[in-house]
């Protein structure tokens, strides 16, 4: 019988160490790829990229009790994804993570009515939503509303916080966790007495920025800490810069608040409008990071919103913006495959 890596789900060899599962001895519980990010936290990347049918065609064959998690910080790269199309057929649990990432001051109550309504305008059924990060009775809610002496099948995006959840509810870290996409690369079962948990294998979009960010940047770009919104009263045209990744030119004559839910660690430039052609083809690269590799300012696509009212605009994979204005014309320039989607306002 095949031995799993107890982490990721690999199958263990030794064999060859250029390939996913190896290991100096099949005694071992845990893969080199794992132990590295474990106690190194040395991840090779691009050294898997899960096939978004295959998980979906196993995860049809799979029975038990089906849990979506969900990252709040990136809720609407989950409502966009394949998880989206499989849950409108099948029910399915939530849990809404990372809680903690918001400002102190959300009514989280509020925040899981925002995400059962939008749930419900997809027409995906769900049987219990719980929250994580807001209280320590995370687990005790999970084993009361969820955990029903059933199998669990735990499902998401590649790092929404599958393994963490699990470790969470084990009360240990037995899955390897990490800030890189892709960390479980097989369907990964643990046994408990008669039941098990499967951490399943992350799917991934190609339209969230985390998809083209390697290991260093990614530590900028996903928050690690509460997120602390930073605020700014626009009185006429002018454009922010989040580093090299994003810019919004905000026109209007009017007052408009801007207000920025990213991490803390990605640098903000705020300039004239007249000025940002100027700033952006001359600091790109050098003051304006972190950039995505390989991205020439020409593949950079301009998308255009006529704003109205209080929106939150999505960019997926680094956060959103609120802005509240009467009239004004948004752009942002972003690269190409990335998905920037304006919605109601969640905050």
Known sequence: MEKKCIGCGATLQSNDPQIIGYVINTDMDYCQRCFKMIHYDQHKENDFKPDNELIIEKLEKLNGTHVWIIDIFDLDSSLNSVLKDFYQKHSCNIVINKCDLLPKTINYEKIAKYVLKRLHDLNIQTEMIITRGVNNDFRDNFNQYIFKNENLIITGLANVGKSTVINELFGKNILTTNRYPATTVEMN?????????????????????????????????????????????????????????????????????????????????????????????????????????????????????VHNGKKDYFISGLGFITVVADKAALDFYIYEPIMIKEREAMI
């Not at 951490?199 to 690690?224: E, R």
């Not at 940002?276 to 083809?281: D, G, I, R, V």
């Not at 304006?288 to 020439?296: Q, R």
Request: include cysteine; glycine fraction near 4%.
């Open 189 to 305: 079962e643990i046994k408990i007495n008669d039941n098990s948990i499967t951490d399943t294998v992350g799917i991934i979009c190609a339209y969230s920025i985390q998809f083209y960010l390697d290991s260093k940047q990614l530590k900028t770009v996903i928050p690690q800490n509460r997120i602390k919104p930073t605020v700014y009263q626009i009185n006429s045209n002018q454009s922010l810069f989040i580093g090299g990744l994003l810019r919004l030119d905000i026109l209007t004559q009017r007052k408009c608040t801007i207000v920025l839910y990213f991490s803390d660690l990605l640098a903000v430039h705020r300039t004239k409008q007249q000025n940002a052609h100027n700033l952006w083809s001359k600091h790109y690269g050098k003051d304006l990071l972190p950039i995505i590799k390989k991205c020439s300012l020409s593949e950079m696509k301009k998308i255009h919103f």
